[in-house]
C-alpha cells in the first residue's frame, strides 16, 4: 500500500488526523552465501530487498501499545505494564516482544498506535520476523525518545539485537543476528560482509553486470523446522567443544579455519557431527571467497561458490529437502543461471538464484514447471530488487 493510503486506513481505524503520523520501513532480506554461520561466529553475506515491512505510528498518552494490520481484521491491544502477558499471541508477539526487550534495555517506551503493512512473504524464509521486528524497534524507539526529550539518532545495530533478542526470549526462536542486521543495516545494491563474531561488517557493492537476483519460493509448509534448527546449533555446540581441546583459544566455529579443521577432524568421532562442523567451517571459507570473486567482478566464481554451498547444505548439513534441491537442480538446467542455492534456516523456504537478464522469463516458466511436475507444489518467483535498510520515511 501506498503511504498516502496506509495513513487513511490508520485514521479510518484509530480516528485523529493525519497530522503527526510517523512512517518507518524496515526490509526483508536474502542470503547469497553464508549459510548457518551467525551463530557459530562465522561470516555471511545477506542483502536488504525491497519487500518490507511498513508502519504508521502514533504516540500515545497511556501505556497502551495497539496493533493492526492492512491485511489481518483483528486488533490487539497490550500494556506496556504487563508485557510478559501476550507471548502466546499468533499475530502480535514479535512486536511486543520488541517492546519488552526495548523497556528492559532502559528505552522509556510510550504507548503508540501502529499499523502493519507487509509486502514480504510470510514463513517463505525472506526474514519477514526480522522487518517487522526491526521497522518495530525503530518505530518505538524513535517516539520514546521524542516524547521524553532525548536528542539522539536510534542506533540501528543496537535494533538489530534488540529485534534478535525479541525472537530469542520472547517468539522463543533460536536464531542469530544475521536477518535483523541485514534489515537494519542494508544499503541499495549492496550486499553486507558481516562478521559475525564482534559484528564488524563492509557493504561490498553489487555489480551483478546484467544479471538479476531471482528468489524461488518452494511454497512448502514448513514443519518442525525451529525445532531441527536448534538440534543443528547443539550438534555445532557439541563439535566445538571437542575441537578446543586441541584448539583452546578458539571461542566459535567462525574462529577455526579448515585447516585446522582437516588436521583434528578425527577427533569428532560422531560422523553426524563432524559433518555439521564441516560445513560451517568450509561454508565460512566460501564466504570469504565470495566477497573476493565481487571485488574482482568474477561473478562466474561467485556462482560456483554459490552451488558449492547448496551441496554443502544438502549433504554435511542435511537442511535442504527434496522441494529446494527440486528448485536449484531445475535453476541450473537454465542457460543463463550462474549460481543457485538455499538460503535461510532451509526445510522449506526459498531459493536464490544470479541469472542473465534475458533468462528470467525462461526461469521461471521452466523451473515452475518442472518443480510442478516433480513435487506437485506451485512455486512463486520474485525479481527483488536490493534495497536500503530500516529508515523513517520522511515526506514533504
Ligand atoms: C535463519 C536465522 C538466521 C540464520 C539462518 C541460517 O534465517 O534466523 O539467524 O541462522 O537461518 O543461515
Given at each position: 500500500?501506498?503511504?498516502?493510503?496506509?495513513?487513511?486506513?490508520?485514521?479510518?481505524?484509530?480516528?485523529?488526523?493525519?497530522?503527526?503520523?510517523?512512517?518507518?520501513?524496515?526490509?526483508?532480506?536474502?542470503?547469497?552465501?553464508?549459510?548457518?554461520?551467525?551463530?557459530?561466529?562465522?561470516?555471511?553475506?545477506?542483502?536488504?530487498?525491497?519487500?518490507?515491512?511498513?508502519?504508521?505510528?502514533?504516540?500515545?498518552?497511556?501505556?497502551?501499545?495497539?496493533?493492526?494490520?492492512?491485511?489481518?481484521?483483528?486488533?490487539?491491544?497490550?500494556?506496556?505494564?504487563?508485557?510478559?502477558?501476550?507471548?502466546?499471541?499468533?499475530?502480535?508477539?514479535?512486536?511486543?516482544?520488541?517492546?519488552?526487550?526495548?523497556?528492559?534495555?532502559?528505552?522509556?517506551?510510550?504507548?503508540?498506535?501502529?499499523?502493519?503493512?507487509?509486502?514480504?512473504?510470510?514463513?517463505?524464509?525472506?526474514?519477514?520476523?526480522?522487518?517487522?521486528?526491526?521497522?518495530?524497534?525503530?518505530?518505538?524507539?524513535?517516539?520514546?525518545?521524542?516524547?521524553?526529550?532525548?536528542?539522539?539518532?536510534?542506533?540501528?545495530?543496537?535494533?538489530?539485537?534488540?529485534?534478535?533478542?525479541?525472537?530469542?526470549?520472547?517468539?522463543?526462536?533460536?536464531?542469530?543476528?544475521?536477518?535483523?542486521?541485514?534489515?537494519?543495516?542494508?544499503?541499495?545494491?549492496?550486499?553486507?560482509?558481516?562478521?559475525?563474531?564482534?559484528?564488524?561488517?563492509?557493504?561490498v557493492p553489487l555489480n551483478l553486470k546484467g544479471c538479476k537476483i531471482v528468489i524461488s519460493n518452494t511454497n512448502k509448509k514448513r514443519s518442525l523446522a525451529s525445532s531441527k534448527y536448534n538440534e543443528r546449533r547443539s550438534e555445532c555446540e557439541k563439535g566445538l567443544k571437542i575441537l578446543k581441546t586441541v584448539l583452546p583459544q578458539a571461542t566459535c566455529l567462525g574462529d577455526i579455519t579448515y585447516e585446522q579443521f582437516t588436521r583434528y577432524k578425527d577427533l569428532i568421532e560422531n560422523e553426524t557431527v563432524r559433518k555439521r562442523v564441516e560445513h560451517v567451517i568450509s561454508e565460512n571459507d566460501r564466504v570469504k571467497k565470495s566477497v573476493e570473486a565481487l571485488y574482482e567482478d568474477d561473478l562466474a566464481e561467485f556462482g560456483r561458490l554459490m552451488i558449492q554451498s547448496h551441496n554443502s547444505l544438502r549433504d554435511l548439513y542435511e537442511v535442504t529437502g527434496i522441494e529446494l534441491d527440486t528448485l536449484v537442480e531445475e535453476a541450473l538446467k537454465i542457460e543463463g543461471v550462474i549460481g543457485s542455492r538455499m538460503t535461510g534456516a532451509g526445510f522449506g523456504g526459498c531459493t536464490v538464484s544470479i541469472v542473465k537478464e534475458e533468462a528470467v522469463d525462461d526461469f521461471i516458466e521452466k523451473v515452475g514447471a518442472k518443480y510442478f511436475d516433480r513435487t506437485g507444489l506451485k512455486a512463486s518467483f520474485y525479481a527483488s530488487e536490493v534495497g536500503d535498510g530500516g529508515k523513517e520515511i520522511k515526506q514533504a
Open positions: 500500500m501506498e503511504v498516502q493510503e496506509l495513513k487513511k486506513r490508520f485514521i479510518e481505524i484509530y480516528g485523529g488526523t493525519e497530522e503527526g503520523l510517523r512512517v518507518f520501513e524496515s526490509p526483508g532480506r536474502v542470503n547469497l552465501i553464508g549459510e548457518h554461520t551467525d551463530y557459530n561466529g562465522g561470516f555471511v553475506l545477506p542483502a536488504a530487498l525491497t519487500m518490507k515491512t511498513t508502519v504508521v505510528a502514533r504516540p500515545r498518552t497511556d501505556r497502551r501499545v495497539n496493533l493492526a494490520a492492512t491485511d489481518l481484521d483483528f486488533r490487539v491491544s497490550a500494556s506496556l505494564d504487563s508485557l510478559d502477558e501476550y507471548k502466546d499471541l499468533k499475530w502480535g508477539n514479535y512486536q511486543l516482544g520488541v517492546a519488552d526487550e526495548l523497556q528492559k534495555a532502559g528505552y522509556p517506551l510510550v504507548g503508540c498506535d501502529l499499523l502493519y503493512d507487509d509486502t514480504v512473504p510470510h514463513g517463505g524464509g525472506l526474514s519477514s520476523s526480522a522487518a517487522i521486528e526491526v521497522a518495530t524497534a525503530l518505530a518505538l524507539a524513535t517516539l520514546s525518545y521524542e516524547a521524553n526529550g532525548i536528542k539522539k539518532e536510534v542506533d540501528m545495530i543496537e535494533m538489530a539485537k534488540i529485534g534478535q533478542k525479541a525472537e530469542n526470549n520472547y517468539v522463543g526462536v533460536n536464531c542469530g543476528i544475521m536477518d535483523q542486521f541485514a534489515s537494519a543495516m542494508g544499503r541499495k545494491n549492496h550486499a553486507i560482509f558481516l562478521d559475525c563474531r564482534d559484528l564488524s561488517y563492509k557493504l
